[in-house]
Each structure stands twice: as C-alpha cells, then as structure tokens.
C-alpha cells in the first residue's frame, strides 16, 4: 500500500469525523445497529460480563461502540484510531458524560506496534477499521499482542461478495475486477480503497494472527444499503418505505437476530462479524 492512500484515509475521515455520527439518526443504520447490538449481547457481551475491566477499540473513531460497550460492561475503555479528529469526537463524550476516569482516547496507526500499557481483557474492531488499514495481518496482530490470553475479539469487515452487489447495484461495473482479483474495492468516489473478506478469509486472517474459537457472521442478512446510505444523513427509499413500519422493523429484527447466528449465512451479509479468542 502507498502511502497516498494511509492519508487519503486520514483526510477522509478528517472531513466526517464532525458529521460521523449523523449515521445514529440514518433509518438503514439504526436498524443495523440495533441487531448488531443484540449479536454482541448474545455472542460477546453477556458471555464475558464481568470477566472484563479493560476494553481496547481499535480504529474506533468516534467511539460509538468502545464507549456503549465499556458503559455495559463496566469496564475501562481506550479508544484508539489513526484519525485525532474522529478522537476528538469521542473524547467530547468522554467529557460530556463524565467518563474521564474510565474512558481514554488514543491516536495511533494500527499498521504500527500499538504503544500501549494495558494488556486488555478484550477488544473491538467495528466498521471497517480493518478494511482501511493498509495490512490487515500486521494490524490483527498488533491488536493481539496488546490482549490477554484468551480475552475476546470481535471485529467487522466488508464483505467481498456483498461489495460485488454493491458495485453492481451503483453500476461501479469498473470495481468488480479489482475485487475479485485483489479483495479491493472503492465504494465511493471520495472514500478511499478498502479490503474485502470472505467468512474464510476473515477466519485465515484471524487464525494466522494467533485467535482460536472463530467464528464468522453475517449482518443484516435480508436487506441491504443503497447509494443514499453510504452517506451520513440521507435515506434511500427502500429503507423509508420498509422501516416506517414499526412492526416490519420489529419483525425484520426478530428474523435476523436468529437468523444471522446461522454461519451458513455469512457470506449473505453486508458487513461480516467475527468473534474469535487471543491464543
Ligand atoms: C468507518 S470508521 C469506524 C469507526 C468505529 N469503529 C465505528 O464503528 O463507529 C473507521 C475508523 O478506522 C480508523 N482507521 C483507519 N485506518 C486506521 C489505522 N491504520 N489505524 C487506526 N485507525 C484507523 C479511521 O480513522 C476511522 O475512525
């Protein structure tokens, strides 16, 4: 990887951070957030309650997730992301909500040793952290090094076959070549390259990089984003028309909270999520 790209991701998320979290209030994401909340309750969250005081998120921007998962868990949280402007956003939370002693942020490249003095009982690595780094297998493992042995991982990854769809759905025809050949793909024209994985290859990754008990899901499974939902505010008419409907939402999430837990799945997903254990 060049390194025009590493600063092509760092402007990126240069000019969202203040606009990040608009993607709460995007009807797509919600729902998307709302089922990835309840598959982290059921294969993360639960099963290690209690069993965690210090919680690493890596790449983890605003601090969306680090935050949320650390306030249930009780435990301690270190947000750390290569980009100080998404920090920023999350140290705001951090201030706001009187978090100080137990929340901290962090500015680091993945792709790099990670200096940090904790060794962490799990971690996280949300939305394509992943995707963006510049290797994947380097970035796996400095995450591991910082973790106990047999703490929990999860992370979440573009998912190269659903990335096809995607570029044929936006008639990117252009990008599938790439995909296929190199697990690239640009979903967008200002949002920079990012690696795709399949459920097997996201497990490789995880097992070459020193994790055990992987398993991979997919997420959401029976519906998908549109061009509007790759940005942070619009909604395309699809997501409109189908979660107006309270009970079609309620419905919809009952059917992926089980159905998602399926591996068969997987490869069904938008976005793969992987649950593995530091060896
Ligand atoms: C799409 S955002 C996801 C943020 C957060 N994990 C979430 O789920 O809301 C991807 C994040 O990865 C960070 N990132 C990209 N490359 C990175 C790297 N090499 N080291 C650390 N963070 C990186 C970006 O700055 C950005 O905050």
């Given at each position: ?33 709302d089922l990835?909340?309840e ?183 029976t ?24 009970k079609i939402y309620q419905l919809l999430l009952g059917i992926e909270k089980e159905a998602c ?19």
């Amino acid at each position: 990887m060049d390194t025009n790209r590493k600063e092509a991701v760092k402007g990126y998320f240069r000019n969202k951070a203040p606009y990040y979290d608009l993607v709460d209030n995007q009807l797509y994401w919600s729902f998307s957030d709302d089922l990835l909340w309840e598959l982290l309750l059921k294969e993360f969250l639960d099963p290690f309650k209690g069993k965690i005081s210090n919680l690493l998120d890596a790449g983890g921007g605003t601090g969306r997730w680090g935050l949320r998962a650390a306030r249930y868990l009780n435990s301690n949280a270190l947000i750390f992301d290569i980009s100080p402007e998404m920090l920023a956003e999350a140290q705001k939370k951090i201030d706001k909500d009187g978090l100080q002693k137990s929340a901290e942020v962090m500015v680091g490249d993945l792709d790099k040793p990670l200096e940090v003095k904790t060794e962490f009982d799990a971690a996280i690595s949300f939305h394509n952290a992943l995707s963006f780094v510049d290797d994947p297998k380097t970035s796996v493992e400095n995450i591991r090094r910082t973790m106990k042995k047999g703490a929990p991982l999860a992370v979440i990854v573009a998912n190269k076959y659903h990335s096809l769809y995607f570029s044929v759905l936006t008639r990117k025809f252009e990008n599938l070549e790439t995909n296929l050949k190199k697990s690239l793909v640009q979903f967008t024209d200002d949002v920079p390259p990012m690696h795709t994985f399949t459920p097997a290859s996201l497990r490789t990754l995880l097992s070459d990089s020193g994790f055990a008990d992987i398993r991979v899901f997919g997420f959401p499974i029976t519906i998908y984003p549109n061009m509007e939902e790759t940005s942070l505010s619009d909604n395309s008419k699809e997501a409109i028309s189908i979660f107006k409907d309270e009970k079609i939402y309620q419905l919809l999430l009952g059917i992926e909270k089980e159905a998602c837990l399926n591996e068969e799945a997987a490869a069904r997903g938008n976005m793969l999520l992987a649950i593995a254990v530091a060896c």
